[in-house]
Structure formats: structure tokens, C-alpha cells
């Protein structure tokens, strides 16, 4: 990744503006990533806490590229059918019953049963060609003529046996479909896989791709984040929504929030044409960033002295 419009290599920094301008701010780590990436052609496996910008880093890479998002969300029981391709077994039981009626014609001056039936046979192949054929999303990504951006979004949360059968897309770039044979990839998609680290991935699977942790940003990241996403919000105010967010993730919570919720809490404040944090302002608001009663009595509770913290 990193393209100018004449296809030559940028640098990281290049890449990291690039990444900004479609609204996506990179830390060095994230931007030397995705730059490495398109040098060594390999797809990225992200990993970190839930909302700290795993999907939004495919769907930056996409604007940023002019390539289309390709999106393969993962589940426990996913399987090649519904990731790969399937049978259009409608339009092929349609077209049995075209050749059904003209099974007369077909057999026209054919010698005997053994004549008849391989002239019929003549015509099995045609109802496992790729007419018949339904891609889904891997396949789809292989297909694109000028390229795509593959995101295969949460794979921890499928099956270790889909898991596996993801290697020779990751490797090769291809895929194996019986009735067919092996399909290449016209253009070599670029590959972002997410995981929330519910489960371990497996070795092979790490040794294909480049590795990225994304954690939660610390204050300074997150309010150039704020800067870029929520451009209205002063600077004064941003550092004080900043500061009481980072304390939030410091407590004991069943979900602290994501820098998603950030942002949502940074626009909410505006809309509220609020010019400084206080404490009613918060406890008003807090349901933006918390998402558990728990946890927001357990912030409430020490509310206060955060938001003086936070206001100085």
C-alpha cells in the first residue's frame, strides 16, 4: 500500500497524510505497517481491544487505494458455501427442465441407448461453469480486475477449520473449486484480517500475514483523532474529553470505551454547545461512552474528582 497515481512507491510518512486525508490517523507503527505491506505483498493480521479502529483501518486502506471494500464478516459455523462460492441450484434446476424438453432434439440420429447417453452427457459441464456459479466474498476479491481490499473481519471468531482453509487464499492468492479447478487471482487483492483475541491464532496463519497490534491510543493520538474526526471541537475542550476518557479506561469497567465512542461523546458535546467539561455536563452524557449501568454508577462514583482532573 502506498501508491501514487503513477504506481511508484511513497514513503511511511506519505502513506500516514494519505491515511489522514481519508480521515484515519496512524500511529508510525500502523503507518510503517501498511507501507511494508505493499512492498512485501502481504496481508495484515490486526489485532487489539474492540474499538480502538481495526475495521476502519480496511475501510481507510479502500478510500484511500479507490479500490472497493470487499467484507467477510466471520461467525462460529462459516464455511466455504457461504465465504467462497455456491451453486446458483435455482437457475440450474431451470435450465434441467429447458433441456428436459428439448431431450427429443438432442438425441435426434443417435444409434442406441449407449449413443444417446453420451450425447447427453455432452452438456454435464455446463451446469458447474462459472454461469451457474454465485461468488461470495474471497472469491469476488480474487475476481476484481483492478484489484480490491479484502477485509475478513473478526476471524477468531470462526472455526479453527475455516481458519485453515483461509491459508491457500493467504499464501497463493488462489482457490481451489472442484467442479473447476484452481482460480487465480486476477488482481492481487490487498488483505486485512481483524480479531479481537477471543481466541489464538494459529501459527500458520500469523507466519502469512504481518502482525499489528493496535491499542488504545494514548491522549495525544487520540486527540489528533478528534482533531481529524471531529474537526469542530476546540482544542481546549478536545484535550479535556481526552483526559477524561483515558482516566475511564482506568478503571475496573466490563467494557471501557472505544475511541469510537470518543468521537461520538466529542460530537455529542458540540451539540450540546457545551465549552468546557463539568461535572452535570458528564453524568448527562456518560451513557455515550458506557454502555453497562454498572459501569456508569462505577464511574459516577468517583465522577467528580476525574472531571477536576480532567478541567485542568
Known sequence: MGLDDNGACKTVEAVRRGFEGVGYVCSPRIATTLYLAHHLQKPILVEGPAGVGKTELAKAAAAYLKKPLIRL??????????????WKYGKQLLYTQILKDKLNDLIEGTEGLADAMARVHQYDDIFFSERFLAPRP?????????????????VDRSDPEFEAFLLEVLSDFQVSVPELGTIHAVSRPY????????????EALKRRCLHLYIP??????????????APDVPDRLSAQLVAFVQQLRELDLKKVPSVSETIDWARVIMILHAQDLDPDLIRDTLNILLKSEADIAAAEAQLTEMARKAMR
Do not use: H, W
Not at 141 to 153: F, I, M, P, R, S
Not at 191 to 202: A, G, I, P, Q
Open 216 to 229: 488504545f491510543p494514548d491522549a495525544r493520538l487520540e486527540q489528533e483523532i478528534i482533531r481529524v474526526r
Open 191 to 202: 488483505v486485512f484480517l481483524t480479531s479481537n483475541n477471543t481466541r489464538e491464532m494459529s
Open 138 to 154: 474471497l472469491l469476488l476479491a480474487l475476481q476484481e480486475k483492478e484489484g480490491a481490499v479484502l477485509l475478513v473481519d473478526e
Open 73 to 86: 464478516q466471520c461467525y462460529e459455523g462459516l464455511d466455504e458455501s457461504k465465504a467462497l462460492y455456491e
